[in-house]
């Protein structure tokens, strides 16, 4: 499709507010032919932003400010080059500074205990990576937040440290979570036991227990209940429901039947990804022809379309580490990951130049346990832990033969941290490991 056809007459230099923008947005998507919101979905959805029905109607009616990213998916699904996308950008980059100028409070009302500024509340919205808006606030509520630990103080940010670039808005997994540990602090705070909460609310208590741990998404009128039922004011319900609307919003691996589309959500969303594997490479470090090895030796009743759903699964995932403001990844592999052959001597040589490749990314480090070390914690285990947004808790995810568990008590963070602390002061140092794996590659070479 020509680019003229679309923004060739369009003056996007003008663009200065949010409504401005959408027009000209609903202009592209109008000459596009009108692609339902549906196809631009499933046109997206296995690439790096996903675009869902939701942000794109909100967005394209005006009452939602998209993510950079999020509009340059858009029109690149409709068809928009290249050449012309930085006069977008541009022209989103002055909308933010004057969305940054709207949502901005008056100094020094509605700040919590210390002075804190929590993340994702628009106290003084930082557009660096463009968070979505979907309402303007002027204050925060503070009892729901007074639920929540502290907030760190914030970094500044340094363009060439992934770790302290602003993160987007957090997924529908983190946001459902975010509303269960506040759900579970009001709860305690008013006296009542899970039983009794769903004896007036007239449901069952593990439907109240999932909502609580947000591994179940609770419906606008379940917390409309709650909030009458603790007594929630005006402020904190609002944000309380804001945050049951966004837990509804659909992630890419929605698409998918997966057994495992909780840890796909948390990981998604995840600022560092600690993983322990013993025997094989860890599913963001796979190469397509590697996980397809497994797929077949590990399920070989699968047939051909859900061994090619779950490679395509693990290639989409894997883009997070590329992403403007990528997790942290840190690895440990035993030797014996590189000395088994998947697949074939050349599948399996690609494998281990790809993580050499891999390595060389600011926010990925690989650590190997060499077959010397002997024994060791965990050595017939593996395990990941996800550090997430928003002073979130940490989860383990422990993986098994006959399935997998996710572990959030303290004791268990605790007992899990310090275990890959001690794997970490074990493994060889990251030049060490890089050179093993080279030498594998070596290995299987004059084998070829």
């Not at 500074?97 to 930082?126: C, F, H, I, L, Q």
Request: aromatic residues 6%; hydrophobic residues 40%.
């Amino acid at each position: 499709m020509s680019d003229e056809l679309y923004t060739g007459d369009l003056d996007i230099s003008s663009v200065q507010t949010r409504s401005q923008l959408a027009a000209f947005l609903r202009t592209v998507h109008l000459r596009a032919d009108r692609p339902s919101l549906r196809t631009l979905e499933m046109r997206t959805r296995h690439e790096s932003t996903p675009l869902s029905k939701t942000v794109v109607s909100e967005m394209l009616k005006g009452t939602r400010f998209p993510r950079k990213a999020v509009m340059v998916s858009f029109l690149r699904t409709c068809g928009v080059s290249e050449d012309v996308m930085e006069s977008w950008r541009r022209a989103w980059e002055r909308v933010a500074a004057s969305e940054s100028a709207v949502y901005r409070p008056t100094p020094g009302r509605d700040r919590p205990p210390g002075g804190g500024a929590r993340a994702n509340w628009p106290a003084a919205p930082d557009h660096t990576n463009g968070p979505e808006i979907p309402v303007a606030r002027t204050g925060r509520p503070r009892g729901v937040m007074a639920a929540l630990p502290e907030p760190r103080a914030k970094q500044p940010q340094d363009p060439a440290n992934p770790s302290t670039r602003g993160r987007a808005v957090p997924g529908p997994l983190i946001r459902r979570r975010e509303l269960g540990t506040l759900l579970r602090s009001l709860r305690v705070s008013a006296g009542m036991t899970i039983d009794q909460v769903a004896s007036r609310l007239l449901c069952s208590p593990s439907k109240v227990s999932r909502i609580e741990t947000g591994f179940r998404s609770g419906t606008l009128r379940d917390v409309r209940d709650l909030c009458d039922l603790y007594q929630v004011a005006a402020a904190e319900r609002d944000y309380l429901m804001e945050l049951a609307r966004e837990g509804k919003r659909h992630g890419w691996w929605q698409s998918y039947d997966l057994p495992f589309a909780a840890y796909i959500g948390l990981e998604a969303d995840a600022t560092s990804i600690d993983t322990c594997h013993a025997t094989i490479v860890p599913g963001l470090l796979q190469t397509a022809d590697y996980a397809r090895a497994i797929e077949v030796g590990a399920f070989p009743v699968r047939g051909p379309e859900l061994i090619e759903q779950a490679v395509a699964v693990r290639l989409t995932r894997q883009r997070l580490l590329t992403q403007e403001d990528p997790p942290q990844l840190h690895t440990i592999m035993d030797e014996a990951a590189l000395r088994r052959v998947i697949g074939s001597p050349a599948i399996m040589k690609a494998q281990l130049d790809s993580i050499v490749e891999k390595s060389s990314l600011p926010n990925v480090a690989v650590r190997v346990i060499p077959y010397d070390t002997g024994a060791y914690p965990a050595l017939d285990s593996s395990f990941t832990i996800l550090g997430l947004p928003n002073q979130m808790p940490e989860v383990i995810y422990v993986e098994g033969l006959f399935g997998f568990i996710y572990l959030e008590r303290r004791q268990d963070i605790e007992r899990y941290r310090s275990i890959f602390c001690e794997m970490q002061s074990i493994a060889a140092s990251e030049q060490e490991s890089i050179a093993l794996i080279v030498n594998a590659s070596r290995d299987l070479a004059s084998r070829m």
